[in-house]
């Protein structure tokens, strides 16, 4: 038997057909698109875009950039290192800065080590010069010192080779050695501290720069040169000569909390010795 509709069925189906028949032309607009011969409604938002248009997706935000490493490899050392990433092997000392916290001896490095790398580090188009020796006005007998006059025209060409100021070059060499690569009774004039020894005429210490030996022992010119080149680079890293001073004694700039060099007395004589070369632009850019 069947029964008859119930009033509220005759009332409610044709309510929904209604809303399927509505519900069917939504989803052909929205999300199929537009069928032929419909009438397209624009978007309030975009009157140009049929509504129901989905928005466009939001623009990528750029990625910053990682700060740049390096992993040791077998055979590396702090000054190979700075040669191939960052074109100079004398800005070692900015890497070792920024990673002192694992590395407390900048020749004690292992492979497999991740190194932390100044920012933009890249290999410089224009890398400094490899420390080569100046030639020697006349011939060096090891054991015995050049005379005066030799010794001079030897920093002035190496001052002249870097873009040192004459009286600086010959100031820091005064104060270091009083321009003597060896002592008396021959052997070479070495500068003893703890843990290390400065060595020759430019005091180069053999800790902080172990790729120079051991040819600075025993080379006068390559001593004078690689010294000279060695200050270059700080005055390139610091701007002004008075830092580039306090970093060749001390390897970098270091201030007390009163904001005076630690080593002041050391730039202090420098600069006195500097005077006696006639402190000329050199002098009177840093006083």
Known sequence: MVSSPQPWQTTLTPLLAQFQQVAEQALSTTYLGALPGDNLVLSSANPTAPAGTLPAPAAAQPTPAPAP???VKAGDSLIEIAKGQLGNGMRWQEIWDLNRSQLPNPNEITPG????????SAPNPTPAPTPTPAPAPGPVTPGKNL???TIEAMLDQAADQYGIPRDILKGVAMHESSWQQWEADGSVKAGRNSGSTDWGIMQI???AHPDAFPRVKTDLAYNIDYGAQYLASQYK???NWQDAIAAYNAGSVRRTGSGQYANAQYVVAVLQDSRQFGGGPGFSAVA
């Open 113 to 120: 080590q991740v190194l932390k790398m100044p920012a933009g």
């Open 237 to 239: 890293r610091y701007g």
């Open 147 to 149: 005379p005066r006059a």
């Open 69 to 71: 490493t390096y992993t």
């Open 205 to 207: 210490n053999d800790y």
